[in-house]
């Protein structure tokens, strides 16, 4: 017998089919108000900061990165306690995002877990499943991998972002849950927001924290017309300081990306990109302030988008991918929050 080929570990014939077909993408017609400002209390203020309901008995903490992200093992989502839920919302507050293993939460399990920590969004364009609008969608096929690849079409999430930071009120926390994955890939990275700040020099710091940026949902709100999809609320942009403060931490974070940031207004449009662009290879380079997380079936992962950017990785394609987000709105970004509660 000759020598077994070496084949691309994503043969179709490896690549995971979908189990939850009712919570695949539906692209309605619906229309929605632009989001008021809205009322927000971070429910990581109420949390007992020795985490002892949280951590008690069988419960494994896991580090994975000396900066960013934590495993919990021992703990179902679903059968949290209200105590628990303000503590692990101050934990992800500190450690940026925690992950969790064979989780049995589900999608209504999930929202209400979302609801507990404040207002759900409602993305403009992005699919969701049906009857479930505060839920995006996360989806590859193999249908939709071989358009790619044979097009070489931009894929909007491969760089780093936070979620909908265009928004007046941008999200807190996000939890996310993979429902299939491919056979090998798909990983996705994390980078702190603080330690991006600290690892700056203090003239930077300095300059950093008189600025702002104007975070804009134009780009995507564009991209979804020309994919003939209906845009439901219109697009927004909102200027936030690049430097903000974590209310439940009272540490400061970097936070810009690539994925929304358009501008710094305070500067010229030279100076602005070049900024930029300082900041952006900042946090994309800074490998000794990320976490890389290899999903498995029913992980979920929550993470605190005021202090974290993350990155979704395209090496599985073609390959399909299946997983469902929950967000919620967070307060109006703050640089004037200096104490830790």
Not at 101 to 111: A, E, G, H, Y
Not at 126 to 150: I, T, Y
Not at 157 to 163: K, P, Q, T, V
């Amino acid at each position: 017998q000759g020598p077994v080929a070496i084949k691309n570990a994503l043969n179709e014939d490896l690549c995971t089919r979908v189990e939850h077909p009712e919570l695949l993408s539906v692209y309605p017609d619906t229309k929605y108000d632009p989001i008021p400002v809205l009322p927000y209390e971070d429910r990581a203020l109420k949390a007992d900061p020795t985490f002892k309901n949280l951590l008690a008995g069988d419960v494994t903490v896991t580090h994975l990165a000396p900066k960013i992200g934590t495993e919990l093992s021992g703990i179902q989502l679903h059968e949290l306690t209200d105590a628990q839920k303000d503590e692990l919302a101050l934990l992800i507050a500190h450690r940026g995002v925690v992950f969790f293993r064979d989780q049995d939460i589900t999608i209504d399990q999930q929202l209400d877990l979302g609801r507990y920590y404040g207002p759900l969004h409602i993305h403009q364009n992005l699919g969701h499943p049906e009857g479930h609008p505060e839920v995006v969608v996360v989806e590859n096929s193999l249908a939709k991998s071989a358009a790619l690849l044979k097009n070489q079409q931009y894929v909007p999430a491969n760089e780093w972002h936070s979620d909908v930071s265009n928004e007046r009120q941008p999200p807190s926390y996000t939890s996310f849950k993979l429902l299939t994955n491919p056979s090998v890939g798909g990983d996705t990275l994390w980078a702190s927001g603080y330690e991006a700040y600290e690892r700056l020099t203090p003239p930077m710091k300095a300059l950093l924290e008189g600025l702002t940026a104007i975070h804009s949902s134009k780009s995507q709100a564009e991209r979804a017309v020309a994919r003939g999809h209906t845009v439901r609320r219109p697009a927004v942009e909102f200027e936030h300081p690049i430097v903000r403060t974590n209310p439940a931490t009272g540490r400061k974070a970097l936070y810009v990306n690539a994925g929304f940031v358009t501008r710094i207004p305070q500067l010229s449009v030279a100076e602005s990109d070049a900024i930029l662009r300082f900041l952006y290879k900042h946090i994309a380079q800074g490998h000794e302030f990320q976490v890389r997380f290899r999903w498995t079936k029913n992980a979920v992962a929550i993470w605190d988008n005021r202090v974290t950017a993350h990155y979704a990785t395209f090496d599985y394609l073609p390959g399909n991918r299946h997983a469902v987000r929950v967000t919620t709105h967070g307060e109006i970004p703050d640089l004037a929050r200096e104490s830790t509660p």
